[in-house]
């Protein structure tokens, strides 16, 4: 329980300090999709921990990162439903809105991130599953 409650507590902090900087007028653009990638990605796995509390964190990072890969692949789509859902901001948080390859290493180096991040929460509340 302790754990999932932390989970929950740094998903939460993440949102509002993900979305500041992405939407930062102050921060260069490379310097807000590399950070907002990284949060996001990092919000995929802690959240996905918090569902499944006894999945190892290695699982949850490539799970989201390979998600993350097919997300990105449907922004090619035209799909009108598609189109639609991305019609709001929420659905372009969510979905995207524009097929980029520089995307797939930011994925990447936010699942190692959420993947370290969700290791040492873990440490922190000493359960003992491995990692």
């Not at 950070?35 to 990605?41: D, I, T």
């Not at 090619?76 to 390859?101: E, H, M, Q, Y």
Request: proline share 5%; hydrophobic share 55%; net charge positive.
């Amino acid at each position: 329980m302790k754990y999932r409650v932390v989970l929950a507590i740094n998903a939460i902090l993440i949102i509002p300090i993900g979305y500041a900087v992405r939407f930062s007028p102050l921060m260069p653009e490379w310097f807000r999709n590399l950070f907002g990638n990284v949060a996001y990605e990092t919000l995929l796995i802690l959240l996905l921990l918090l569902i499944v509390p006894k999945m190892k964190p290695i699982a949850g990072a490539i799970s989201v990162c390979l998600f993350s890969f097919v997300i990105e692949f449907s922004q090619l789509s035209k799909d009108p439903i598609l189109v639609a859902a991305r019609s709001n901001l929420l659905g372009r948080l969510i979905l995207g809105n524009g097929f980029t390859w520089e995307d797939f290493p930011l994925y990447v180096l936010g699942s190692l991130v959420g993947w370290a991040w969700g290791v040492q929460l873990r440490r922190w509340v000493s359960l003992d599953f491995k990692s």
